[in-house]
């Protein structure tokens, strides 16, 4: 019998437990662990189908320099020699390191460790900087130290949940589903769902505001001032554990002194504020969870700063089931606070504008020098790259190509910049093309250490698969880099364990109780401990060995009055405001089943079974006004550039706004990536830039022609302005468009398609007068390419076209319903998948309705399965239920 070995999973910041393993005929097994406290077995779609991409494929196993395979030592010695060469020259602030929220918390210690202790510069920023940096402001200047008050099991304990800029059911599914669970189990639980967007999670939601995008602060000033004159105050804690209740109110005054100036700065009728505001203030307890929405904004930091007030004015923190809770976006962006990841910290929460604690640190690391101003933030970063302020980066486990906002400039700077290096697991992505140097790390499930989750918890993410070629985790390159840097002394490290008890041990060093970050518990623990480790919640030490659950129980803080800052508001719009040419506001975020840029989740068919491809969300007016229309690709354009997307025409969209996933880049579509139209404003305190409020506009794009493929291979795909891939089960799916017209259709699907296979059939049918072309290619009379053109929308349905792969030989009928683009059997089409779990499609469901009678969500669950596991389905299968008119029990 395979072992099973408790990990976690890589995806956001839930942190949930995993049980792994491989079968005795080399089989992967993924579920969750039930023992793990943020899960408790629960996994969401793309946790549930990890075991789909963790093979090889496209994986970078061997260091590349300059195109070629090399070795470690040559590539080694290459990086240390030019990082070094260029110090010297241009100085210490002439490098930096750009790194991620996947990295494990020992790798994160030493890359920052190496930056800010032995090259003497601060120039190390993550690309945690675009989720969470602005909470992070908003916790120190509150609370005087970055920390998350609440656990999950606040969520429990509420009796209201407000979701502010939070798409949970979508983007921490598991956590949705813990609160969708709460509230079955407490139908007195009130939720408030606050997003301009009409999501899956307003689907458990009592009030749903649809506030104007980016009006957030006039709703929580007005909250604000609204508990106040009605007197649902804690007098107590504001005098005892509080400071500046009187200018922030004072403040918050000038722009929401009412209800009916909340309502028309937030584009919300009174009576709806009114019920929000008198619910929150009749409720003791109250948890407010807030993610991007709040984050990503030219004034996230405020934002966050606004929600905290009306927690502070009420005592509503340091009890259970209250609380504002940052749900954080990636698995470590914690931990990589922890270690000091950002530009403007030290590790172990330590401040760099903190003479003591540049010395402390100096001091604690025996190092040359420290770093003693902030380096350069995420966007500023890559700015400076571009002006050739910066000559050498080194990328570690991100695609900031894609990611980052105005993502022309960034691909700029790294064509121009003089010398790259990236640690990656896939070979080809947006970033790598730039590297003078690839180097192979391990990816999840080969690499070991620790990350930390959104309540602050600890966990082991174990090894269970073999290092594939030479790939080694993060923390062995960046120390023999180190090494051959001349810094070999202090990088000696050879297990992981060794940087976990460096790292425990200096958050507890000279800390006396003033930071709140301690884990030196665990300072020296043993290996087979930390193999050991269960998940627990920081602080750990002499006081806390067993962790801590919630923070601030006492009513002190940790600034220096040991209370709590009220911080003044005032009402800030976002940077950039609509004007005639750029009409709309850009939302960008995730969708339910991908993940950031793909990398990963781009490895897994099923998880392209949902949404396959990029698309923008825009309200029926709006498609009525600029003239386009559901599934037509269309045209958007922003100051800092344009890109091609299927329209999705829905009334869950606000008018006036549209929404484009994250995810696309070039690997997967031609002119999809949407932060080449985002704008780079970022927030003035945190660095955040602002991927939800982009003016642009939108347009009808008229191809001549469009159509798909199915191929068995993956193509090179060099036809057409826009292109996109998705994956199917054995076969990948391109769809394409171009401009021209093209009139010998059989040699362009030939150059196309073709191979050197022998026993090769064409089965094709041509409309030269309607340019419609059909066409398949068999080997040995099963189907290996199929392609289908047309001059409009009036395309063939996919699905059954896929289940031909499947086939052993095409008979006659099949033969001839490819070339008439009808299927034999419609009524046997699954549809558009809604259960990425268990694979159940639209249609399948919409028949288990009206044919078998099933009344409920639950029927449907214990019919089908669909809903039953992650349940962000569930939102989907409700709608389908409205869509036909029964009524959801």
Known sequence: MSKIIKTTCPYCGVGCGVLASVENDGRATIKGDPEHPANYGRLCSKGSALADTIDLDERLLTPVVNGYSSDWEDSLNLVAS?????????????????????????????????????????NIDT???????????????????????????????????????????????????????????????????????????????????????????????????????????????????TQGMELALEYAKQTAPDLHSVSELCGVNVELIEKFYRLFSRTERVVTVYSQGINQSSYGSDKVNSIINCHLLTGRIGRPGMGPFSFTGQPNAMGGREVGGLANQLAAHMEIDNEQHRELVKDFWCSPMIANKEGHKAVELFERINRGDIKALWVMGTNPAVSLPNSNNVREALNKCEFVVVSD????????????????????????????????????????????????????????????????????????????????????????????????????????????????????????????????????????????????????????????????????????DQWHTMTRTGKAARLFRHINEPYAELHPDDALTYQVEEGSLILVKSKWGEIILRCRVSDAQRRGSIFVPMHWNDQFASLACVDTVVNPNTDPYSGQPEFKHTPVSISPYHPAWQGFILSRRKLPMQMGRYWSLSLGEGLYQYEVTGESSIHDWARQARELLCASEHNVEWIEYLDQSASRYRAARLISGKVESAIFISPDLRLPSRDWLVTLFGRPYLDDHERRAILSGQAINPEAESGRTICACFGIGEKVI???????????????????????????????????????SIKVS
């Open 846 to 884: 919409q028949h288990a309705i009206n044919s078998d009678g099933l009344d409920s969500v639950e029927a449907i669950g214990k019919h089908l399965k669909a809903g039953t596991n992650c349940g962000s389905c569930i939102p989907e299968i409700k709608g389908l239920f409205d869509q036909e």
């Open 127 to 241: 690309n945690s900087r675009l989720c969470m940096s602005s909470s992070v402001v908003g916790h120190k200047r509150a609370f005087g130290t970055d920390t998350v008050p609440c656990s999950y099991d606040d969520l429990e304990r509420a009796k209201l949940i407000v979701l502010a800029g939070s798409n949970t059911a979508w983007c921490h599914p598991v956590l949705y589903q813990r609160i969708t669970k709460a509230k079955e189990d407490n139908p007195d639980l009130m939720i408030v769902v606050i997003d301009p967007r009409n999501t899956a999670t307003t689907g458990v939601a009592d009030i749903h505001i649809g506030l104007k995008p980016g009006s957030d602060i006039a709703l929580f000033n007005g909250l604000f001032v609204y508990l106040h004159q009605q007197d649902e105050i804690d007098r107590a804690f504001i005098k005892n554990s």
């Open 425 to 592: 697991v896939m070979l080809n992505t947006d970033t790598t093309r730039y590297a003078d140097v690839l180097l192979p790390a391990l990816a999840w499930g080969e690499k070991s250490g620790t990350v930390t989750n959104s309540e602050r918890r600890i966990s082991r993410q174990r090894a269970w698969l073999p290092p594939p070629g030479v790939a080694r985790p993060d923390w062995w390159i960046i120390s023999q880099v180190a090494r051959r840097m001349g810094f070999a002394k202090s990088f000696t490290y050879e297990h992981p364990v060794e940087i976990f008890r460096e790292h425990a041990t200096l958050s507890g060093w000279k800390n006396h109780g003033e930071r709140a970050f301690d884990i030196s518990y665990l300072k020296d623990i043993a290996l087979h401990k930390y193999d050991e480790l269960s998940p627990t919640q920081w602080p750990i030490h002499d006081k806390a060995r067993s962790g801590t659950d919630r923070m601030f129980e006492n009513g002190r803080f940790y600034t220096d009055s040991g209370k709590a800052r009220f911080i003044p508001i005032q009402n800030h719009q976002p940077v950039n405001s609509v004007t005639e040419l750029y009409p709309l506001v850009l939302n960008t975020g995730r969708i339910r």
């Open 82 to 122: 030019k990082f070094n060469d260029i110090i010297h020259q241009h100085g210490p602030d002439s490098v930096a390191f750009y790194v991620s929220g996947q990295l494990l918390t020992e790798d994160y210690y030493v890359a920052n460790k190496l930056m800010k202790g032995y090259l003497g510069s601060a």
